[in-house]
């Protein structure tokens, strides 16, 4: 288990064109107030206030307090292999990798400053080493519609707020069949993601994932408000049963 509070890197914050957006909602009218425009322009900062805090605290709080929780009850042995699609600056990735100090931790993404600001390579090489978990982090810059792996690789994927900036419903598809393409029979993926996380349940489920759920991670990460939730995603990819495959490897008839 990790405490929140002890967290050495520097994340940045998801969105911040949205978040620009809704801080500027605030302050604009009392700006222009003060130039001598209208009063009425009074009533738009409360309206605005609540969302811009809620979004506030979703990414600079909310999504590391719901990560702690998520990644504590997958229960991990701390030498599993693990990807985090769309790792940006590495909030997920360095809080998984402190969980596996005899595993290892890929990050894939191809690091876009609309989606995370100040995302890039050179950012989450940085907070991995103040995170002290840099000698077991990999970072790949890939697309994660095609990834460059192999499949049956990873004990466990996750994707924290990554697949909706796809914007091609194939696109996305594309990029849940290939996290579920790499990982291991047996492992478990798991995925935050808002709008379209039913739909991931849904190729999943086509795909041939078990033990399959999609719960609400509640206000803590909400983007403004409830009417944007973050929906978390959890699968499985079934285990090879003994049997399957004869003992020269070659798979029976």
Known sequence: MSNTSLRRGRYGVDGPGWLLALGGGVVAPLAAVAAGGPRWLLRIPPVLAVPAGL???????????VWEEQLDALDLRGDERILDLGCGRGAVLTAVARRVPKGRVTGVDIWRTVDQSGNNQQAAAGNAEREQVADQVDLVTADMR?????????????????IHNITSARGREEAVREAYRVLKPGGRLLIADIFHAR?????????????????DAGPRMWWSGPWIPTLLVSAEKPAAHPGDDDRDGTQQS
Do not use: E
């Not at 979004?55 to 307090?65: E, I, M, P, Q, S």
């Not at 095609?146 to 990554?162: E, I, R, Y």
């Not at 739909?199 to 719960?215: E, F, H, M, P, Q």
């Open 199 to 215: 739909r991931y349940l849904d190729i999943l489920l086509a795909a041939g994932a078990v033990n399959t759920s999609c719960t």
């Open 55 to 65: 979004y506030l605290h979703a990414t600079v709080r909310g999504k590391f307090l």
């Open 146 to 162: 095609q990834l460059p792996l192999g499949d049956d690789q990873f004990d466990v994927v996750v994707s924290s707020m990554a």
